[in-house]
């Protein structure tokens, strides 16, 4: 009698290795039949707990093996990450990832997070007032949650964030005296570093209280609130005329239709004499996000296409003057991530619970995989007003100080060691 049901086992396993774009995996019922694709070798090993569970992966793969991976009903023998990596890469080629009832429940997602002034603020307080206890344990000490720039592959969490704030204020070219306005600002480390660097002044705007309440008080520690104000507030309130608009890490969190809002602050806020730069996570394509993540993680998260992206640009005329893609930095910035979360999953779950753990675990791992691959990108884009000459001639000033008839030629590697020195030495 147990023949029958080892059977359909072994049937639904091969239909779900055909359905996921058949990935060099094995696929395993835990104490029964297990199947892999032929002449491939398995990179690791996906164990499935019960029949329940199997029936749910054919129906909605990605959101089913993540519901299951939190709950403990699907494990993942070997390197999780590479595991991703090559189910990512046969499911692109997969009719599943474009099947009527995922592209139906990623339209009604849409509508049911969609990104309004409650809508986000919502969005926003379900993923960034966690706790800053819990971001303390597996962020950099300044709290960035957004990629770094790694001058060298081996340089530090610490040392690449700080340098990703050089490299935005180089691009910048912000100048002593200059207003800027950052949309936005998470824990506040780039605004106090605009300020404390380049003696510019800044509104940065952010709806989650925590991370306000947090930023207000490293502004007041480091006697720089009479040059930072920070305002627990959405970006649509952003008044004034500013010099410099800033946007890192906030774009994902806007939403497609939200885009003409966007492009009218901005231009309310710089006019056509102004510049900015806008900092994203994108894609190669116009593609639905996860559900999974947007269920659990990101509610109301949307990547858009580089193309997609100049919709908030191109209706007031905003010149593009450089164009960067940092995915490598992001792949690596969330390894970080990754091994200081897993040093830290004690704590974690004495926080939340065993599921949560396992819930962010599955999301840092499978973004390094997006973006080991290329699913997902990250794009640095400069801009300036129709009526503003071009910022610089080259991008030489970029990464030393060979500038405006500056002599000193320090390479920019060597004075971000110098400020992380400085800053553990007041820590």
Known sequence: ??????????????????????????????????????GRAPVATMVIQDRSTLAALLRDPEVSFGDAFMDGRIEVEGDLVRFLEVVYQAMERSPATRSWYSRTASKWMDWWQDNSRHGSRNNIHRHYDLGNDFYKLW?????????????????????AQIAKMEHVCRKLRLRPGETVVEAGCGWGALALHMAREYGVSVKAYNVSHEQIAFARERARAEGLSHRVEFIEDDYRAITGKFDV????????????????????????SIGDT???????????????????????IFPGGF??????SLGVLDPKNYSVLDVENLRAHYAKTLEHWLERFDKSRHEVAAMYDSRFVRAWR????G???????????????????????????TRDPWYTDTDAGVEDTKPVVEKVREKVKWKHAMS
Request: charged share 15%; net charge positive; proline share 6%.
């Open 1 to 38: 009698m147990a023949i029958l049901p080892r059977f359909a086992d072994k049937w639904l396993l091969s239909r779900i290795l055909e359905v996921t774009g058949s990935a060099p995996v094995r696929l395993r019922v835990k104490g029964g039949a297990d199947v892999s694709p032929p």
């Open 245 to 268: 608009f800033v946007s890192v890490g906030m774009l994902e969190h806007v939403g497609l239709g939200h885009y003409q809002e966007l492009s009218e602050i901005i231009h309310r």
């Open 362 to 365: 599955l999301y840092l791992a």
């Open 274 to 296: 102004g510049r900015g730069l806008l900092h994203f996570i994108g894609r190669n394509y116009p593609a639905a996000f996860s559900r999974w993540i947007r269920k659990h």
């Open 303 to 308: 990547v858009p296409s580089l193309k997609q």
């Open 139 to 159: 962020l950099d000490d300044q709290l960035l949650y957004t990629c770094a720039y790694f001058p060298t592959p081996s340089s530090t969490l610490e040392h």
């Open 367 to 393: 973004s390094i995989a997006a973006f080991r691959i290329g699913h997902l990108q990250l794009f640095q884009i400069v801009f300036t007003g129709s009526q503003r000459q071009p910022m610089y001639w």
